[in-house]
């Protein structure tokens, strides 16, 4: 079974760069796309974008001009990264994976990231 | 594609059954999950394809719809329901959650 376990730091300065990274075990990562979810405090959830192993990806429009998701394949791993971040990007952030048919199935456990100087 | 929940909360009973809409702003066949979200917890798959359930998810669990109308159904609510459910649209990019409908225990 595919498990999935974010990093990355808990603490980001305005204006700079977010940078998570979802390291796959129980699987390979050529056998699914990649995913990453966020949930703002006490709100719902948004989905970020996707990738597949071979580097295609899809970005939510609302968030396009600020996201790049990458993946690592030596490392069974995949990255988010989000710049100019303001107080508005502070979420619960999960990466999971997501089926040919756009199902969520797996999640990691989500990291907190806090926007703050 | 927006996905509106109704209720945005509701309060119930041990062994009450237990109704969630969501209504999506344009036809999506039948390309709709439901999640489940407890308190510090990531989300877990209920029911995909509007009315398929998961595996490991208990058939007191059910969903039906299609089109632009479904529903999410508990037949008798049990103390581990007791969490946040989400809509998902899988028909179209950007994927989309609902608002979420909260379950209280009354």
């Known amino acids: 079974q595919v498990q999935l376990q974010e990093s990355g730091p808990g603490l980001v300065k305005p204006s700079e760069t977010l940078s998570l990274t979802c390291i796959v075990s129980g699987g390979s990562i050529s056998s699914y796309y990649w995913s990453w979810i966020r949930q703002p405090p006490g709100k719902g959830l948004e989905w970020i974008g996707y990738i597949y192993y071979s580097g295609s990806t899809n970005y939510n429009p609302s968030l396009k001009s600020r996201v790049t998701i990458s993946v690592d394949t030596s490392n069974n791993l995949f990255s988010l990264k989000v710049t100019s971040v303001t107080a508005a990007d502070s979420a619960v952030y999960y990466c999971?994976?997501?089926?040919?048919?756009?199902?969520?199935?797996?999640w990691g456990k989500g990291t907190t990231v806090t926007v703050s100087s | 594609i927006q996905l509106t929940q109704s209720p945005s909360s509701l309060s119930a009973s041990v062994g009450d059954r237990v109704t969630i809409t969501c209504r999506a702003s344009?036809?999506?066949?039948?390309?709709l999950a439901w999640y489940q979200q407890k308190p510090g917890k990531a989300p877990r798959l209920l029911i995909y394809?509007?009315?398929t359930l998961q595996s490991g998810v208990p058939s007191r669990f059910s969903g039906s719809g299609s089109g632009t109308d479904f529903t999410l159904t508990i037949s008798s609510l049990q103390p581990d329901d007791f969490a946040t459910y989400y809509c998902?649209?899988?028909?179209?990019?950007?994927?989309?959650f609902g608002g979420g409908t909260k379950v209280e225990i009354k």
């Open positions: 344009q036809g999506i066949s039948s390309y």
């Open positions: 999971a994976t997501l089926t040919g048919t756009n199902l969520m199935d797996v």
């Open positions: 394809a509007a009315s």
């Open positions: 998902q649209q899988l028909n179209n990019y950007p994927l989309t």
